[in-house]
């Protein structure tokens, strides 16, 4: 195979004239020596490896045999009054909203809060309140007796009442069959001289 000369290799490969002058010229660099660094751990490391190894081998070392065998004894801690009040208290609570009744519910949109801090105000709030629910003590209420008011309409308000039922039943049942037929004739009426003159005069 013949060699390939310079001027037979594609332009791409050849080099620039100006980066090869770049290349060729003369550079003022500084000469350093390069350093080796192998910093050695500090008495504190050594120290702390030491600690380590010495778990460790005290962990591996460890005979199970030296163990005392011991039996678990477990206690039933019976509930006080309080706590039977107050798990009674919230028997109850969950009970009414077991049997409550989703028909009576009014149909509401709900509104997503702002923001995450919100909704942790609005659920510490709800425990707050059935903490204080759960707490109430019903021997501070008052005795209370209920009486129940029923006012019967007066003979007037019967009166008033009959009249409008009957005004009503008199304008559903009307027979449209008993209206006669009209024309509607539209006036447009003249001003007067009269009513010219003051017109002008203001």
């Not at 007066?154 to 037929?181: C, N, P, R, W």
């Amino acid at each position: 195979m013949s060699a390939t000369t310079v001027k037979d290799l594609p332009k791409e490969l050849l080099i620039a004239d100006n980066l090869k002058g770049e290349l060729l010229q003369e550079h003022n660099l500084k000469h350093t020596e390069a350093e080796e660094k192998n910093s050695l751990p500090t008495a504190e490391d050594l120290k702390q490896e030491k600690t380590h190894q010495n778990i460790i081998t005290g962990i591996e070392g460890f005979k199970s045999d030296s163990l005392k065998p011991t039996e678990t004894m477990e206690k039933i801690i019976l509930p006080g009054e309080e706590d039977i009040k107050t798990e009674k208290t919230i028997q109850g609570i969950l009970h009414g909203v077991e049997e409550f009744e989703n028909d009576k519910l009014r149909n509401v949109k709900t509104r997503e809060p702002v923001s995450p801090c919100a909704a942790m105000q609005i659920e510490l709030a709800r425990d707050s309140s059935l903490t204080a629910v759960s707490d109430f003590d019903r021997a501070n209420l008052k005795k209370a007796e209920t009486t129940e008011k029923n006012p019967l309409p007066s003979s007037e308000a019967i009166a008033q009442e009959m009249e409008h039922i009957k005004f009503k039943v008199g304008i559903e049942k009307y027979d449209k069959t008993k209206l006669s037929h009209t024309e509607t004739l539209e006036k447009n009426l003249l001003p007067t001289q009269e009513v010219i003159a003051m017109e002008k005069s203001q």
